[in-house]
């Protein structure tokens, strides 16, 4: 079965601070996409940042970077100099090169960045 | 560019009622997909449209739910009847087919915010 497991259902960080989300996942495919999207209070859910399996180097989208850890089937999401708009729940997801392009979600870590 | 939009935004129903839930996709998006949030659990995948065919309906929780997409435009969910467990946020979602591979960014709405008493 694929599965995502986010591990961290709150995370509280001051404005400016660095934060980590966590995120790993489990599938017996060799391609698939990882992505990060945010869901702010109240509105859409948007896509922060997406990686390729089959490329090494980490993705990076200005504050946002992930470190990705292919054979521990790892996917972590680095924001820097956190703003209050960064507040939101995050979600870790991927789909599979094969199949329906469905996207595979984990439980979501709630972020408040506190000024 | 209209983003993905659904209506309506919030819906409160008795157990044993019908409610049908609509999106609409950005145009020009064959892809639509549906997903549901129970709980505060993970979301997960109802099913995908590709135009007006259904791609992929394995996450449909049974045959109480029904999802149609005509003329490849917008799409409906009908929930018949409701139960106390359909109760959750219903998200759609849209995106082109440029890469074939699952990589295209989808696009969600808003949701709507299904509570059956």
């Known amino acids: 079965a694929q599965t995502v497991t986010q591990s961290q259902p709150e995370m509280s960080v001051q404005e400016a601070e660095t934060v980590t989300l966590s995120c790993t996942y489990d599938?017996?495919?060799?391609?698939?996409?990882l992505f990060w999207y945010k869901q702010p209070p109240s509105r859409q859910m948007i896509l922060v940042i997406r990686q390729e399996a089959y490329k090494q180097q980490n993705a990076t989208e200005n504050r946002f970077s992930v470190n990705f850890q292919k054979a521990a089937k790892s996917f972590s999401l680095k924001i820097s100099d956190s703003q209050l708009g960064d507040t939101a729940m995050y979600f870790c997801?991927?789909?599979?090169?094969?199949?329906?392009?469905?996207?595979?979600f984990g439980q979501g870590t709630r972020l408040t960045i506190n000024p | 560019e209209a983003g993905v939009t659904q209506f309506p935004s919030h819906s409160v129903i008795e157990k044993g009622q019908t409610v049908t839930l609509r999106c609409d996709p950005i145009s020009g998006h064959d892809n639509l997909y549906w997903y549901r949030r129970v709980m505060g659990k993970e979301i997960k995948f109802l099913l995908h449209?590709?135009?007006?065919?259904?791609?992929?309906e394995s996450g449909m929780p049974n045959n109480r739910f029904l999802a149609e997409r005509t003329g490849g435009t917008y799409s409906t969910l009908k929930v018949q009847p409701a139960e106390l467990e359909d109760s959750g946020v219903y998200f759609c979602?849209?995106?082109?087919?440029?890469?074939?591979?699952?990589?295209?960014?989808?696009?969600f709405g808003p949701g709507t915010r299904l509570t059956v008493l």
């Open positions: 979602a849209s995106s082109q087919d440029r890469r074939g591979d699952g990589g295209d960014t989808q696009y």
């Open positions: 599938t017996s495919e060799n391609n698939y996409y």
């Open positions: 997801a991927f789909t599979t090169f094969q199949g329906a392009q469905k996207l595979v």
């Open positions: 449209f590709v135009k007006e065919s259904k791609q992929d």
